[in-house]
């Protein structure tokens, strides 16, 4: 058995006893949503960050920073600044206001049916196509950390699909929460290891390592070059709307992160707001702590490796954990991998149980059956088949996508269809009198299907390859693209609050709807009346 492989189990083992240990107290709704809202504020802290940086977070940016530099360590600004926007403005209310989804905020004086079904259509959405983007990515990392035991791209998927649902239907809230914090910190120590260990490669001298970054060379197009990291322009320039693709990106990752019902159920498990605002600060610590760090693990793969050599060894998806084998040999290799297959799998547990919770909730108990759940655990038992289903559709689509498959435009439009559909109708309805049920359909419709468009018709999806490209590498459409721009959310954002805003004025005055707003204020703003935490 090779170290990584050791590792890997070592730690599905330590998970599954923490599933067992959280099963036998999971009973209820409550509990199986919510953990019984009896997560402390450093827990939760630690969970959200746990949830938050995802494998694109500690592979995909380090790999980004690896191969653009300055333009790919903008990548790490945008996520780092994003939970501002979650501390700033929904944090607290939500806590306060809502029970188990983020469509309880918005039903608590608006028309719930309506209202909730867009929500849950919006939030599976969002989870689904961020769980197939991790799934695929899952599969293709571990099979290239695990090659030489000889584990296949469908074995990896089904198995990261197959703990994914053991997680969430046996354990509930509690023992995903748990396998967050597990992983998160992991990831904190692996991370901090690598800085280090890239800091004494250079002396423990930060101006070296600063002096090394302006000058990484590398082969570019056949020829041999020498470029200076510190500088914009490797990924983002004029011919390619670099400056407003930026925005776009930053404006995604600033309100998508606000609107991701992954993130946003976290404050739900916290038994008030005081601790929601104290499980902010942990996570914005953690996130920032973690995101200054992708600079030593980018730059440093960059000057210690060189992208040739990632290139050559797995792509800038590997930049992280060879850099960890190129200063501290396998073993620590095989440590990083490790980091990276929890990482996969505490985020994509985390969709799974937000995707499965909003169906049952909002869609099979409010609209279905109009808020009324028929027989006792009736709800816990359709979240736990929703679970199975999404899970087995997750495997299935990433086995017939294939490891090759480009799924980055899946990512992004999770995050665009977030802060395009869901954050523009959180926002107005916590702090517009006049905001009413249509403003709210039509707003997170409009969100939806702008951002779903812009995406389609980008050069994500729709670009002419050259002659020569591997098939799974081929855009879906191949023409040239309508939408210049990678990411919608420049455009698709204004679009979600103006279908809000327009529709708003559309229907005539809701009275209830105004009534309860100065309810719903108090309640956010003070904790009045909210969700208490469950006796055990």
């Given at each position: 058995m090779t170290p990584a492989l050791g590792m890997f189990l070592g730690f599905v083992l330590v998970t599954l006893a923490i599933t067992y240990w959280a099963a036998r107290r999971s009973q209820g709704a409550a509990a199986f949503f919510t953990a019984s809202r009896r997560i402390t504020g450093w827990q939760n802290g630690v969970a959200v960050a746990g949830d938050y940086m995802s494998a694109a977070s500690f592979l995909g940016i380090a790999g980004l920073i690896a191969f653009s530099g300055y333009d790919g360590f903008m990548f790490s600004v945008g996520w780092l600044v994003a939970y501002l926007t979650v501390l700033l403005v929904v944090a607290e209310p939500l806590r306060n206001a809502g029970k188990y989804t983020m469509a309880d905020v918005l039903a608590y004086r608006l028309n719930p049916r309506p209202v909730r079904a867009m929500a849950a259509i919006s939030t599976i959405t969002v989870s689904t196509f961020y769980m197939i983007a991790q799934m695929v990515g899952a599969g293709a990392l571990v099979t290239l950390l695990l090659g030489s035991s000889h584990v296949s791209y469908q074995t990896a998927v089904i198995g990261v699909g197959v703990l994914m649902i053991i997680y969430v239907v046996f354990g509930g809230m509690l023992a995903t929460t748990w396998v967050q914090i597990i992983k998160a910190i992991l990831l904190m120590a692996g991370t901090i290891l690598l800085s280090i260990l890239v800091v004494a490669h250079f002396g423990w001298s930060l101006g070296n390592f600063f002096d090394a970054i302006t000058r990484v060379t590398y082969h570019d197009k056949g020829a041999l070059v020498t470029k200076n990291f510190l500088e914009p322009g490797l990924r983002y320039t004029a011919a390619n709307h670099?400056?407003?693709?930026?925005?776009?990106?930053?404006?995604?990752?600033?309100?998508?992160?606000?609107?991701?019902?992954?993130?946003?159920?976290?404050?739900?498990?916290?038994?008030?707001?005081?601790?929601?605002?104290?499980?902010?600060?942990?996570?914005?610590?953690?996130?920032?702590?973690?995101?200054?760090?992708?600079?030593?693990?980018?730059?440093?793969?960059?000057?210690?490796?060189?992208?040739?050599?990632?290139?050559?060894?797995?792509?800038?998806?590997?930049?992280?954990?060879?850099?960890?084998?190129?200063?501290?040999?396998?073993?620590?290799?095989?440590?990083?991998?490790?980091?990276?297959?929890?990482?996969?799998?505490?985020?994509?547990?985390?969709?799974?149980?937000?995707?499965?919770?909003?169906?049952?909730?909002?869609?099979?108990?409010?609209?279905?059956?109009?808020?009324?759940?028929?027989?006792?655990?009736?709800?816990?038992?359709?979240?736990?088949?929703?679970?199975?289903?999404?899970?087995?559709?997750?495997?299935?689509?990433?086995?017939?996508?294939?490891?090759?498959?480009?799924?980055?435009?899946?990512?992004?439009?999770?995050?665009?269809?977030?802060?395009?559909?869901?954050?523009?109708?959180?926002?107005?309805s916590l702090f517009w009198k006049r905001f009413n049920t249509t403003g709210a359909v039509l707003g997170l419709a409009t969100g939806l299907v702008a951002s779903l468009a812009l995406i389609i018709i980008s050069p994500s999806i729709m670009k002419i390859d050259p002659p020569g490209t591997a098939a799974a590498a081929r855009h879906l459409i191949q023409h040239a693209p309508i939408f210049p721009l990678e990411n919608p959310g420049i455009l698709s954002i204004p679009l979600g609050f103006l279908g809000a805003i327009l529709g708003t004025f559309l229907q005539r005055r809701e009275p209830g709807a105004e009534a309860r707003f100065a309810e719903l204020s108090v309640r956010a703003n003070t904790g009045l009346g909210a969700e208490k935490a469950t006796p055990e």
């Open positions: 670099g400056a407003l693709d930026l925005i776009s990106l930053g404006m995604a990752l600033v309100f998508g992160t606000a609107g991701l019902p992954h993130i946003l159920v976290r404050f739900y498990t916290v038994p008030d707001a005081k601790t929601a605002r104290v499980s902010v600060v942990w996570a914005m610590v953690l996130i920032g702590s973690f995101y200054i760090m992708t600079t030593f693990l980018g730059f440093g793969a960059a000057t210690i490796v060189g992208r040739d050599f990632i290139a050559s060894h797995g792509g800038n998806n590997m930049s992280a954990p060879l850099l960890a084998q190129a200063l501290a040999g396998d073993v620590f290799f095989a440590f990083i991998a490790a980091i990276a297959f929890a990482t996969i799998l505490a985020v994509v547990a985390g969709l799974t149980i937000s995707a499965s919770t909003s169906f049952a909730h909002d869609f099979y108990t409010a609209v279905i059956h109009k808020g009324t759940e028929r027989r006792p655990g009736e709800e816990v038992r359709v979240a736990r088949i929703t679970a199975f289903v999404v899970g087995a559709v997750a495997i299935g689509i990433a086995i017939l996508l294939g490891k090759d498959a480009n799924v980055a435009f899946l990512v992004a439009l999770a995050f665009a269809v977030a802060a395009s559909a869901n954050l523009p109708v959180i926002v107005l």
